[in-house]
């Protein structure tokens, strides 16, 4: 696999405006194959009940595994749509930072897989596993 084609100062600035940017979202490594972020828990990013929202957890998981995915596109591609995703939620915070880890499971010519890890940065505890399928996008 090679090396990113963004690094993290342009992944950030692509956020700027769009959803991760209103949701806090600030990318913190990106490598062949991986991707980190992390967001500081608002009252915006909660549920009516208290706890953080699960859509909040998806929106990091999915960004971190779609920006992994745009910065390791092979060869002649030129951009890509998630197909596929799913979310087992372990756990859930009130406040803190949030953080995810990305990692690409399979790279092909017309998808990728990708696995992330969500966990509540202070205390280390799983917040949530994820998995996505991701299209890859070629001119027509």
């Known amino acids: 696999m090679t090396a990113p084609k963004f690094g993290i100062e342009e992944l950030n600035a692509r956020s700027e405006g769009k959803l991760p940017g209103h949701m806090g979202i600030h990318f913190t490594a990106i ?8 967001l500081t828990v608002a009252s915006h990013h909660l549920a009516p009940n208290g706890y953080l929202h699960a859509g909040t957890v998806v929106t990091l998981a999915d960004t971190a595994c779609g920006y992994g995915c745009i910065a ?23 406040e803190g930072t949030i953080a995810v880890t990305a990692k690409v499971a399979h790279t092909g010519r017309t998808t990728q897989v990708w696995d992330a890890t969500v966990v509540h940065k202070d205390t280390g505890k799983t917040i949530a596993l994820f998995r996505c399928t991701q299209m890859i996008l070629y001119p027509k």
């Open 72 to 94: 390791t596109l092979p060869e002649g591609a030129v951009n890509f749509t998630t197909l596929e995703l799913k979310s087992n939620h372990l756990g859930t915070a009130r």
């Open 31 to 38: 490598a062949a194959g991986e991707a980190s972020a992390e």
